[in-house]
């Protein structure tokens, strides 16, 4: 008999969610539509509301480990990387049906501390995520603004999929991700232009100002100036292809899990042969340890 996951409950339980609305379903549906009795279900989440963290837990998740591969592919710009940004949030709301619980939960502003704290732990998560890409390709000295265009951009996003009942192809998500590109490349320009002068309406708090890198920004650092080292020794043609092969292979594998794996030691033990690369990798190393 096949094993029932976490994931296809969670599944089974926004389809449901979906038709019926959150409150209107019973877990004992929700047993029914995974394949399994109610009893079953408790194995896997302890109530109905569990089962909401999970889901919106999963979600972030699954976002994260897309994000973290975008975030390290130094193939592209800053500006492709926030554009990928917004089209794999886009994706993954969808594929997880995660805009059908808008129908049918208050998620924002929950009177379930819980479940607030969940989605709290999510949108802070995008938020960050935006930052650190936004101070990428825009520069650090404009951070003060980056909040209220945040703001901006979060709430268009969140506007598109409360609105939107249907499933849209990748296409569609890709204008979107392009248009929404559009308005932070406005904002950006109306914000820093010198001759208007604007309020700013959202300020970090205290613990978040001259907050450090997050682990991300720190390993795609490190990476690109290994790649940039790369480019000017002074090696053979054949010789300098296996080096870019092997720190591609090594920003693969940091895609995968931002840890100090086997497979990351061997490759990063094969470039700290290179006298100019050993710094990095040491370095590298202490990031993926903290």
Known sequence: MKKITSEEIIQAALSLFSE????????????RQSGMVKASFYKYFRSKEELLQGTIAFVQEDMEKELEKVYLNSRLSPREKLTQFYMIVLERVYQSKMHL????????????????????SLENSLSNRILDLMMNLYGEE??????????????MIISYVRMSGQEFRASEHQLLADFVMSI?????????????????????????????????QQVDSILHRMHTIIEKLNLQDADKIDYFSILEKLQSELAETLHETAHVKALLLFLEQVAELREYCQE???????
């Open 20 to 31: 019926k609305g959150y409150e209107a379903t019973s877990v004992d549906e929700i047993a």
């Open 101 to 120: 619980l808008f129908f049918s939960v208050p998620l924002l502003g929950s009177t379930d501390e819980k479940i607030a704290q969940a989605v709290d």
């Open 142 to 155: 404009w951070s003060d603004y980056y909040y209220d265009i945040i703001f901006v951009i979060k709430s």
């Open 184 to 216: 932070t490349d406005i904002l950006m320009q109306e914000m820093t232009n010198s001759d208007h002068h604007h309020e700013i309406m959202w300020k970090p708090s205290t613990e978040e100002q001259g907050k450090p890198w997050s682990k991300w």
């Open 284 to 290: 590298l190393k202490i990031v993926l340890n903290s």
